[in-house]
């Protein structure tokens, strides 16, 4: 088992940045594929980012490409997302989530991913 809890959200200007941070416990944190989901009001959760269990391999849903960046720190048992140019359209309850197998670039369904943390909201806004 895999706990997860995000932290880091909250109201932040159109342009302005944020970093959510997920600190994981239970087994081995550096064993687990991780990744960043968020759903919108009315909306399904969607792929924000995954990255491998060393950090060294990405994938970015499109709408975030060149605005945000993922990266991990096993030694503390955290992923982090950095927000930058946030957009209205970028408010969501932002999810983090672990996966118990390998790494693909193609896991990009709620349903590749085995451990979810509660959610942190970050609210744009224009």
């Known amino acids: 088992q895999v706990y997860l809890v995000e932290s880091g959200g909250g109201l932040v200007q159109a342009g302005g940045s944020l970093r959510l941070s997920c600190a994981a416990s239970?087994?081995?944190?550096?064993?687990?594929?991780m990744a960043w989901f968020r759903q919108a009001p009315g909306k399904e959760r969607e792929l924000v980012v995954t990255?491998?269990?060393?950090?060294?391999?990405?994938y970015y849903g499109d709408s975030v490409k060149g605005r945000f960046t993922i990266a991990r720190d096993n030694a503390k048992s955290t992923v982090y997302l950095q927000m930058n140019s946030l957009k209205p359209e970028d408010t969501a309850v932002y999810y983090c989530?672990?996966?118990?197998?390998?790494?693909?670039?193609?896991?990009?369904?709620?349903?590749?991913?085995?451990?979810w943390g509660q959610g942190t909201q970050v609210t744009v806004s224009s």
């Open positions: 989530a672990a996966r118990a197998g390998m790494w693909q670039p193609t896991s990009v369904r709620e349903t590749d991913y085995d451990y």
């Open positions: 239970g087994r081995t944190f550096g064993n687990y594929p």
């Open positions: 990255i491998n269990w060393s950090g060294g391999a990405t």
